[in-house]
């Protein structure tokens, strides 16, 4: 073998899990890339042992949140580096979060804007989803398509939040440039007018603990709306992914969409598995740490959520990573109502452990379907397939290598993000990704971060689905 034929790097001995299974082959990386999976690979010009490591592919978080434009005054705690940095620490290598739009703006300048935010400070390799916050006809006809070109494929809507909420007549605008463009569609798919309502009544009869904060995001507003969202896209034969799915009612709705032969996706989230209304239900004002919207449901829901992901009704888990910090979470002081608490959890770093102790250690998952639910399916889904999301030849050379019997007890000291809190503190798991490597670099080994900001470079999405020229069929009558 001649020097350029010989590998960059042979992460040598380990239990790999490739798209059919784990099987014990050695990985030669050149360029950054996987250059070749084999029994016994030669000796490369650096070598990383393997041995009793399970090597997955890097995490792919479809769902994060990091240096958002303010909102209603406040940012989240996480810029690009610390959010990428606890990513990477936790095992993923590619992060999606949300260049945000909202009423009056334009997305091509908040789109150009993130673009700084993250070039100088990621770690590791992102792509953008665009939420579309005021689609007026210059966002429809010139700047969703001129942004889905330029590989920002995947466009998010809200059902509800003021300055952000489209009504239906808007959703089918939006879906209607999806299909056209061959985008996929997110929906955070919550009743607007219940959540109003129910806070109006709440509000005015004193109700404002924080337990009042689930109460007002009622399990059957979620069903509405993403039967609502399922229908709009059904009018325009589009896919869409109903975000952060919380509550058996609304997953019940995706299974029989599913079941219909629609494209419709879904994804949920570590809380709502891991975490539930009683988390939030506390004495003092403990509980704001698992406020978030869809709020965590009462633990009988979790095994519905697990039932979503174990069939394939969910097939994407995400962390919706929003963190604030606890003393902005109370800033309201000790009566602090639940209106006031804004809405997010941390979970970038903690999204991949909490899922394999209790899913593959939990004997619940293969190694092949973590890999899908949390790097494969949402690369595919969000036109990154087959650079990221599995161990195949040919993609980035983007791997996390797992001790899977480590016990690790979570506490917001460990982790690496910039909030002051973490809603798993104590919870004690089994699995941690004590190497993560990001395109042939080693970044994380053993407790050292060896990544340097501004290493991560932006993804260029392919669009995940077929543009259509033709009309939707209904229109074509
Ligand atoms: N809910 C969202 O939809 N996004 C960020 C935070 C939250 O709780
Ligand atoms: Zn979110």
Redesign the pocket.
């Known amino acids: 073998m001649n020097e350029t034929q010989s590998f960059d790097l042979v992460i040598r001995g380990g239990t790999v899990v490739l798209p059919d299974g784990p099987a014990q082959v050695d990985i030669g990386v050149r360029a950054g890339r996987i250059a070749a999976l084999a029994a016994s690979l030669p000796v490369g010009r650096a070598e990383l042992s393997a041995l009793d490591r399970i090597v997955l592919p890097g995490g792919v978080d479809a769902h994060c949140?990091m240096d958002q434009q303010p909102w209603e005054g406040r940012s989240t705690a996480d810029d690009f580096r610390s959010g990428t940095l606890s990513a990477l620490c936790g095992g993923t290598t590619t992060v999606i979060p949300f260049a945000m739009q909202m009423r009056g703006q334009s997305l091509a300048e908040v789109v150009a804007d993130y673009h700084e935010r993250a070039r100088p400070k990621a770690h590791i390799d992102y792509a953008f989803h665009l939420i579309v916050g005021d689609p007026t006809p210059r966002v429809l006809e010139e700047e969703l398509p001129r942004l889905i070109a330029q590989g920002c494929t995947s466009v998010k809507i809200?059902l509800t939040y003021e300055g952000l909420k489209l009504d239906d007549y808007e959703v089918l605008e939006v879906l209607n440039v999806a299909r056209r463009e061959g985008a996929l569609t997110m929906v955070?798919a919550e009743n607007d007018a219940c959540i109003r309502w129910l806070t109006e009544q709440f509000l005015k009869a004193r109700k404002t603990h924080l337990r009042y904060h689930v109460l007002a995001h009622p399990a059957a507003g979620d069903r509405e709306a993403t039967f609502r969202a399922i229908s709009l896209a059904e009018v325009i034969e589009t896919p869409i992914l109903i975000?952060?799915v919380s509550a058996a009612g609304a997953a019940e709705e995706i299974r029989r969409a599913k079941q219909r032969g629609l494209p419709v996706y879904a994804e949920t989230c570590p809380q709502y598995l891991f975490l539930s209304a009683e988390d939030i239900d506390t004495p003092d004002l403990r509980g704001a740490m698992c406020?978030?919207?869809?709020p965590p449901r009462a633990r009988e829901n979790q095994p519905e959520m697990w039932r979503g992901l174990l069939d394939g009704t969910l097939e994407v888990f995400s962390s919706?990573h929003?963190p604030w910090h606890y003393t902005d979470k109370i800033a309201g002081g000790p009566d602090t109502p639940f209106t006031r608490i804004p809405?997010?959890?941390p979970g970038i770093e903690t999204r991949l452990p909490l899922l394999f102790s209790a899913a593959v250690n939990g004997g619940r998952m293969s190694l092949a379907q973590f890999a899908q639910l949390t790097a494969t399916t949402p690369a595919r889904l969000y036109g990154l397939y087959p650079r990221k999301g599995a161990i195949v030849v040919g993609a980035d050379a983007d791997l996390a290598l797992w001790d899977a019997q480590r016990e690790v007890t979570i506490s917001n000291a460990m982790l690496h993000h910039a909030t002051d809190h973490t809603p798993y503190e104590g919870m004690t798991v089994r699995g941690w990704p004590v190497t993560t490597v990001s395109r042939g670099d080693i970044i994380w080994h053993e407790g050292e971060v060896r990544s340097t900001p501004g290493r991560g470079r932006f993804l260029a999405a392919a669009r995940p689905f077929t543009p259509r020229t033709s009309l939707p069929p209904v229109l074509d009558a």
């Open positions: 949140h809200y955070h975000c952060h406020v978030c919207t869809p919706d929003s809405n997010g959890v």
